[in-house]
T-cell receptor, first 116, second 111 residues
């Protein structure tokens, strides 16, 4: 009963380094999302994938890229990390993008990223 | 501009009392409104969804109301317990776009 699995759980990067955050879900959900959570800012959408083969920008996409590798997996890439990207990153999935179901979004446990 | 606000950053109440959290929004027309619970160091967990044509929804000790005229949802926890201490997030749901989350209210239930 894994739900949404994110790796890694913690990461420290130097400015300018790149990395990919991995996310996988085992609930056969169609839609997947990447949010970042900062103190005082709440959860903000970076990118989402409404269905396999599609991706769209969210509120704060600059500095990030995504890949919907297959129905299960949705990765987030930081090409050149900046201190402003220090945050907690959450991946989530759902059956549909909006309230098509009463089950809401299922979130992973997060990746705590620090860029120094 | 579009805005979603949760009434306060933090709320402290005595065990056994009813906690009431508020979510207000402007310049949105949500078809649904969702509530989540988030514990420290964890991802949000879905609690309840209420549709725009529903006035009230209940689940065990939780009750949610949704007033599209006032553009407000109220989230109540009755007979609150220390284990209810967490951050509670509201999220606007248009039905076909990703959720937009409020910043959350941190609830502390004091024994």
């Amino acid at each position: 009963n894994a739900g949404v699995t994110q790796t890694p759980k913690f990461q420290v990067l130097k400015t300018g380094q790149s990395m990919t955050l991995q996310c996988a879900q085992d609930m056969n959900h169609n839609s997947m999302y990447w949010y970042r959570q900062d103190p005082g800012m709440g959860l903000r959408l970076i990118y989402y994938s409404a269905s396999e083969g599609t991706t769209d920008k969210g509120e704060v996409p600059n500095g990030y890229n995504v890949s919907r590798l297959n129905k299960r997996e949705f990765s987030l890439r930081l090409e050149s990390a900046a201190p402003s990207q220090t945050s907690v990153y959450f991946c989530a999935s759902s059956r549909g993008t909006g309230g098509a179901s009463n089950y809401g979004y299922t979130f992973g446990s997060g990746t705590r990223l620090t860029v120094v | 501009s579009q805005k979603i606000e949760q009434n306060s950053e933090a709320l402290n109440i005595q065990e056994g009392k009813t906690a009431t959290l508020t979510c207000n929004y402007t310049n949105y027309s949500p078809a649904y409104l969702q509530w989540y619970r988030q514990d420290p160091g964890r991802g949000p967990v879905f609690l309840l969804l209420i549709r725009e044509n529903e006035k009230e929804k209940r689940k065990e000790r939780l009750k949610v109301t949704f007033d599209t005229t006032l553009k407000q949802s109220l989230f109540h926890i009755t007979a609150s317990q220390p284990a209810d201490s967490a951050t509670y997030l509201c999220a606007l749901d248009t039905g076909n776009t990703p959720l937009v989350f409020g910043k959350g209210t941190r609830l502390s239930v004091i024994a």
